[in-house]
């Protein structure tokens, strides 16, 4: 621990990993390729668990995900070889050598028996987290359409999915490198992630393809101004003794999304949002669950969805 803490995240944009691209070209969102790209990222950490090994005593963690924005993969540590864990890390993703059937079998086994005992094990704030979902998403299947795609998934299907993320040519690199690192490390390990991707993709920086239009993962009903919508359920786990509440409050104005994209006051909008939810935390936390002990857990936070409905222009005025 003599050397300060480094910390790397590495985002490859690519539509593939949750989209499926449609004969005229256009990326459409795909529930199916989505539960195969959450099998191959649980199946390459069950392979690289033994390789990673001396990596984690020694302080240095990895994880990969492939979600809405693409390959996403961070790294950090008290050590200057998280640049080699990181090209070590997406070098073996790439290859996909990890594709065998002993983490296949062990993967859909867990996800199927996960997505079986969903409501008869899951806690009551995971319940009603998942009724909030169902009732503003427009896309998204239920658990028992999860459950049908999952059983239907194939080595064979994880394979070519695998393909078609590595081989996309669609793609846009970021990375953010923060720590005690040289320009010329942080140089250095985007030139070897890029030549990684364009090993991969078979192209160059240069050549590739611009991004393309995605839509959302799943597009956000948005409730009319000043109407509430109540559910209740009963848990059907016999074990549970508990019960949770879940509040969401869906504000009117579109969240910032950089200059010249979004109205002037969408800024002061979201940052007050974000403000607001972060002076609540303690006070709920303190009267909810320390003063009136309500609840075991209580929290307050700020969540981005991706809405169906353009806000009216009179959401926009700061003066109304």
Request: charged share 25%; net charge negative; proline share 4%.
């Amino acid at each position: 621990y003599a050397l300060p803490k480094w910390s790397l995240t590495v985002l490859i944009r690519n539509a593939a990993t949750i989209h499926k691209k449609t004969s005229d070209g256009k990326w459409d969102y795909d529930g199916k390729t989505g539960l195969k790209s959450t099998m191959l990222s649980v199946m390459f950490s069950q392979a690289m668990a033994q390789e990673t090994y001396d990596a984690d005593l020694a302080g240095l963690y990895w994880n990969l995900t492939l979600g809405p924005s693409g390959i996403k993969l961070n790294c950090y540590g008290f050590s200057d070889r998280v640049p080699d864990l990181t090209t070590t890390v997406l070098e073996r993703f790439i290859a996909g050598d990890f594709l065998k059937d002993a983490y296949f079998v062990s993967t859909k086994d867990r996800l199927v028996r996960g997505l079986e005992t969903f409501f008869s094990s899951r806690r009551a704030d995971s319940l009603g987290l998942y009724y909030r979902d169902a009732l503003l998403a427009s896309k998204d299947g239920s658990i028992n359409e999860s459950l049908l795609q999952t059983e239907d998934i194939d080595m064979e299907a994880l394979r070519e999915h695998h393909r078609s993320i590595v081989e996309n040519k669609e793609v846009f690199l970021d990375c953010l490198f923060t720590g005690n690192v040289s320009a010329m490390t942080a140089k250095k390990l985007f030139s070897d992630v890029d030549a990684a991707i364009c090993s991969a993709t078979e192209s160059s920086p240069e050549t590739r393809p611009s991004l393309s239009y995605v839509p959302a993962t799943d597009l956000e009903r948005r409730v009319m101004p000043q109407e509430d919508i109540e559910l209740h359920f009963q848990s059907e786990n016999p074990q549970e003794e508990n019960g949770a509440v879940v509040f969401t409050y869906q504000s009117p104005f579109p969240s910032f999304r950089g200059k010249g994209l979004s109205h002037d006051f969408s800024l002061k909008s979201t940052s007050a949002v974000r403000l607001l939810c972060h002076m609540l935390r303690e006070p709920l936390f303190d009267e909810l669950r320390t003063k009136q002990q309500l609840g075991y857990i209580v929290s307050s936070y700020y969540e981005r969805g991706f809405s169906a409905r353009q806000p009216d222009e009179e959401m926009l005025d700061p003066s109304m």
